[in-house]
């Protein structure tokens, strides 16, 4: 009786995984794409893993198209006319599974990550810590960042042939420590890591980018009780860090004085303790640092390389900067109200922003149980979408026949009409409710540093 009950429980499971791969595959099947990523999501996790995954995606939608399937769930669009449906404000579409992979560990429990908030857990954090990213607050920071920048030009002053990329992680850390805090860890001072911090975002970011096509096994392998059990995972440096500045901080006599993002988290907190618990700032303090260090020191380091490629564009913008300086509206170093401003500069940075998005990966959404037309075609409910960034950012409509040359010039020259859908396809920070939170400090950070640089330096690329 035994052997064929269990042929019995073989035969129904086999069946049970037949009949779920052939309803994921019929469900999409008006959607082209590669051929096992049609069944399986370790289609994406594969190419994830291994170089030129967004080389692949680019190719990709150029043989089939606007819409690729990219798993037996999973839709990567390519079609900027996309852009405001599936980052709709209202309704707002859920964030995908994705987004688990972007959750870190601390003391062997997942810690609450802004990016990977549901939406009512978000909103409540915006409404009660929003304030501390808003344009009104963004001179709170500028003479932190005046200040790591000071520290920037002594250690490249030091150390004048160096890896600039290095350097800037170790600015963009530092800077944003003291922006959450008005304190640094010292990563410029010491020029390298300190017990591992600057290495633990870094890894989330990878860990994110490696892991984003299977949450369910990121779980059992990484996250779950046993996992973080077994591979003894202690608490993130990142986590340790911020703790203890942030006890400091209640403890602190002046703590009334400060103008950082801490003082702002910890009055907003005060003043809606039922929307933000207590332990949640440590989360929201530390998604913050993690989004914004890696992101805004690899976009500097492309535009360095970008500008050393092309060398009139270098040219123009050392020249903007020079007549600024002769002029006496630009100061070394340059305050925010005098390069906020400056066309070129903006140009330059948005066109590296373009070619070389840092977050090139899909931004994964839902779409509502009733479905929606995308590109032309109706994708029904429950499937999970996400435009691909650079893919968008070629679009030879909406950027030129020229798209995948960087120009800066395309965004001075665009008339009114063609700025504003170069605007609404740029898509380097999201779009919708869940844009990036720190887009304002981002450019703030970026309009002092270039031209920091290339006032102070000869920045050059190893020939
Ligand atoms: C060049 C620099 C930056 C780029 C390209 C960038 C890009 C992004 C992107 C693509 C997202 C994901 C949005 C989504 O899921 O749809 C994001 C989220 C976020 N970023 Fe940035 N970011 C940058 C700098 C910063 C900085 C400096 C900070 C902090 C001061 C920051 C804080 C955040 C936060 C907190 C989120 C989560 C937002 C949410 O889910 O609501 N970012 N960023």
Redesign the pocket.
Known sequence: MAAPAAISLAVGGLLVVVVHLLRSYFSLSHIPGPFWAKFTNLWRFKSQNSKGHTTRLIALHKKYGKLVRLGPNHVSISDPAAIPIV?STNPTWK?GPS?YGAVPISKKRTVPS????DEVQ?TAV?KSVGRA?TTNSLLDYEDSIEATGRELVEALTKNPETDIGQWLQFFAMDM?IR?AFSDTLGLLGKGGDIDGTLAAVMDRFDHWGRWAAVPDIDFLVNKSRLATLLRGVGDSPLARVGMNKLEARKNDVNKETYKD?CSKFLEGQAKYPDLMRQDAILG?IM???G???D??A??LTYTLYFLSQNPAARSKLEQEIKDGLRAGTLSNPPRWAEVNNLPYLDAVLKES?RVL???SWG?DRVVPPAGAMIAGKFIPGGTVVGCQ?DAVHLDEEVYGKDSTSYRPERWLEANEDQRRRMDRSF?????????????H??WL??KKTLPLLLMNFNVSSPS
């Open positions: 980052y964030k987004y802004i990016i990977a908030m978000h915006r990213f944003l922006v993002l929201v998604s913050t640092i989004a914004g260090a992101t805004t690899g976009t922003m998005p840092v977050a931004l960034i898509l380097t920070f999201s779009a919708g409710k869940r844009v990036c939170t720190g887009i400090i981002a950070e970026m």
